[in-house]
Each structure stands twice: as C-alpha cells, then as structure tokens.
C-alpha cells in the first residue's frame, strides 16, 4: 500500500461547478495534511493545511480530514478554468527510527475546469 | 529572504558525469527536504534533514546520491556518475521546526536533463 494515495484522474468539471479531489493514507498517528497545486512546469504551491477532523474553509477551498478513515479530501467551490491543475496531497508520516515526521505525496490529481 | 531558492534551475550534463544542486531554505527553517518529480508523478521523497542531521534517505535512492547539510543552512544534492533515467526535476522544500504541524515550502526546482 503506498503512503499517500490519490486518483490520478483526470477530473473534468464545468467552470462554476464543485470539483472535490481525494486522498487517503496509510499511517494511522499522522496529524498533519496539506493540499498543494502545482501547474506544469513549476513547483508545488501550498494552498491548505488541516490538523483536525472536520472541515476547514478558505475562500473557494474546504479541505476535509476523516483520521477514522484515514481519509482527507479537497473541494473547491465555483471552479474556475484557472483552477486547472494537479493537486498534490501531503502528510506527514512517521520517519523511520528517528521518531520525527517527514512530509509524503501522492501521485497527484489533475483537475480540469472547462470554460 | 523570501522564499526557498534553488541553483541551477536546468542542468544539462552527459551521461557519467557528476552533478551538484544547492537549495538554500528559508532562513528559520531547520527542516530541509529533497525531492525528485518525474512527469505525471508526484514529488518523491529522497532525503531531510533536521538542521545539519540526515534523519532519513529513501531506500529507492542510490548510492550515486548523496546530501549534505553542513552548517544547517544551505544543502547540495550530488548525483554521481549520472545516468539518463535521473533526468527530472530536483525539488528542495523547507519547514519551520514547529512539531509534526508544519507546512513545507518548495523552491522552483532544478530541472536535470542527462543526455
């Protein structure tokens, strides 16, 4: 089982419509999750984090975190050709023998938003 | 400082020549990372430090690579005797130390073309 997993995709929404992007892991004790969107060619950029089961609201952005369930998603509201991207979803995991964490990725999702 | 800063942003060596990459972080972080991007993949970890400590190596990674971080500040990246399928994009993030609740932040990357 790979740390981070996510569907590759790609998911195609209409612009204005709700697109929600998902990710599970595997490590049990991790707490912090993290959301970054990367457009071809250039780095990942952070777009939320979230250390608490629940939901998290920034702008257009929720991210939502299901530790029972080990299970973290992304939706962004009133999507926008803009938005299209890959998003990345982070955790950290547990590093081996040092007891400090370390941050993981997934594969990513590419997300496009039609105009 | 603003941000995470990474030399050279391309590379372009033969095959069996040797290469090296810097990454200076942002100036309070302590935590520094290495990751290796290929196309439609997400960052693959390879290495992190805790200011001048190695904490952990990826066990996919070879023994042509090898990372330093001597003062804790700036750290290189060098690949050894390098080989076609190391061509992708070298990306270096940095966390503040603050626990397992931190966020990490990437530098633009080096991009290593080997011919």
């Known amino acids: 089982q790979k740390e981070v997993e996510q569907n590759s995709g790609p998911l195609s929404v209409p612009e204005g419509a709700i697109a929600s992007l998902n990710c599970t892991y595997s490590?049990?004790?991790?707490?912090?999750f993290f959301w970054y969107r990367q457009y071809s060619g250039k780095s990942p950029e952070l777009i939320m984090s979230i250390y608490s089961n629940g939901d998290k609201e920034d702008g257009r952005f929720t991210a939502q975190l299901n530790k029972a369930s080990q299970y973290v998603s992304l939706l962004i509201r009133d999507s926008q050709p803009s938005d299209s991207a890959t998003y990345l979803c982070a955790v950290n995991i547990r590093a081996r023998n040092t007891g400090g964490f370390k941050t993981i990725f997934g594969a990513g999702t590419r997300l496009f938003v039609k105009a | 400082d603003t941000g995470v800063s990474q030399d050279p942003r391309h590379k372009i060596t033969k095959r069996g020549q040797n290469v090296t990459f810097r990454c200076d972080p942002i100036s309070e972080h302590n935590r520094l990372y290495w990751y290796r991007q290929t196309l439609g993949q997400g960052p693959e970890f390879l290495t992190y430090f805790q200011n001048e400590a190695q904490l952990e190596k990826s066990r996919l990674l070879s023994d042509r690579f090898s990372a330093e971080r001597p003062k804790g500040s700036f750290s290189t990246l060098e690949i050894q005797r390098t080989e076609q399928g190391d061509s992708a994009m070298y990306l270096c993030a940095s966390s503040p130390p603050a626990g397992s609740n931190t966020e990490a932040f990437f530098g633009q990357g080096t991009r290593l073309t080997v011919v």
């Open positions: 490590d049990r004790v991790s707490q912090s």
